[in-house]
């Protein structure tokens, strides 16, 4: 197990290094290298060692690898680029393949599909809804995030989902009480889905 979790923490911090790059071409801002690299070493660790070797493994530190830029990135420019998001969806369910072969957790993957898709059509109704509070890049994160988070279980699904909408409350209002904003403020949701999502990864039994 600790040899896994070094493996992670180098595989993470080279990846930082590599998104690094990305982040700041999306965001047309210099960044300390350091934020990226240590954050997604220390997520990729986190991951390998709550969840251990298992065939499922990649996906979720191809998800952490993701999660750090398109955050640093959401909270720099408001968007959520489509090199990242679009690209999620079929390196997802290639690596969600693996352990579908390998293991025959045919089961699981029909419900990362599943979850998938009911988690990108809720968000794309909550667009259609209301276009200012829920962006398009948002709508386009909630496919592979719910791939990830269905082939835990739909627990996972529902903790992490609502995990991210109670993140956003509470900073939004804690803002407002601070009086850093109003009812009109804008504030980027792909950090607040992202963290809930991995509240509910690294809890989820299931994963174990």
């Known amino acids: 197990m600790t040899l896994l979790v070094v493996a992670a923490l180098v595989a993470g911090c080279a990846t930082g290094l590599l998104t690094r790059v990305i982040i700041e071409r999306e965001s047309d801002q210099p960044l300390h290298p350091l934020i990226p ?11 390998a060692w709550r969840i251990g070797w298992s065939w499922d493994l990649p996906a979720y530190l191809y ?9 640093i990135i959401d909270l720099r420019t408001h ?3 489509n090199p990242l998001t679009l690209t999620a969806y079929p390196i997802v369910a290639g690596l969600l393949l693996l352990p579908a072969v390998a293991e025959g957790s ?20 909550l667009h259609v809804i209301n276009p200012t509070g829920m962006g398009l890049g948002d709508v386009k994160l909630s496919g592979p995030m719910g791939a ?15 995990a991210g909408f109670l993140l956003g409350a509470v900073v939004g209002l ?8 109003n009812r009109k403020t804008a504030l980027p949701f792909g950090p607040f889905m992202l963290t809930g999502a991995w509240v509910a990864i690294l809890l989820s039994p299931s994963l174990l």
């Open 63 to 71: 998800f952490a690898a993701i999660s750090i830029p398109l955050t």
């Open 79 to 81: 968007r959520l680029p």
């Open 106 to 125: 045919w089961e699981d993957f029909g419900r990362a599909v599943l979850a998938g898709a009911a988690l990108l059509a809720f968000f794309g109704i």
């Open 174 to 181: 804690t803002l407002m009480v601070l009086k850093r904003a």
């Open 37 to 47: 690299v240590v954050a997604t070493g220390l997520l990729a660790a986190v991951a």
């Open 148 to 162: 990830v988070l269905g082939w835990a279980s739909w627990n996972a699904l529902v903790t992490g989902t609502l």
